[in-house]
């Protein structure tokens, strides 16, 4: 998707979440549509991506991570955000890794293809579409917020979405102290 593409509808009607100076994780942030409009916002957005030339244009805004998400290990081992972000991308085996890098009352916003997707395009294999309620049992133990699972248009396609904060344990939610190397 170009970088010139407006973000998604989901994240803007969330993002009212996360206050200026928020530190946000983009995960596999492409060409960085969300980097820029959240950084355009007063975040502080590192994004990680595979594609070290879709990272380079966004370093003058954003921390940018080059990472093999799923080949390679965590690229941000201990770090924790005020909001992780996910679009348009799953990979099963990072969700113990996107819980831990919430910060307390941290807020996940992840969007991404359902089954059913495969009757209007790209992706079709099984293992990139959630089954009917994965995304509510991948969150089980935050607090959703909302949650959608349907039909969207512009394109058509089938998708579940989910805003869930992680419980706090004592510190302040969304207190912008951004974790260390941004």
Known sequence: MPASAPPSDWLQRWAQLLPAGACVLDLACGSGRHVRWLAARGCVVTGVDRDVQALAPLSAIAETVFADLEAG??????????????TNYLWRPLWPALRAALADGGVLIYETFAQGQEAYGRPSRPEFLLAPG?????????????????????PLRRVQRIVAIAPPSGALALAGACPSGS
């Open 134 to 154: 994965e995304l509510l049992s991948a969150t089980a133990g935050l607090h959703v917020l909302a949650y959608e699972d349907g039909l969207l248009d512009g």
């Open 73 to 86: 290990p965590w690229p941000l081992p201990g770090r924790r955000f005020d909001a992780v972000l996910v």
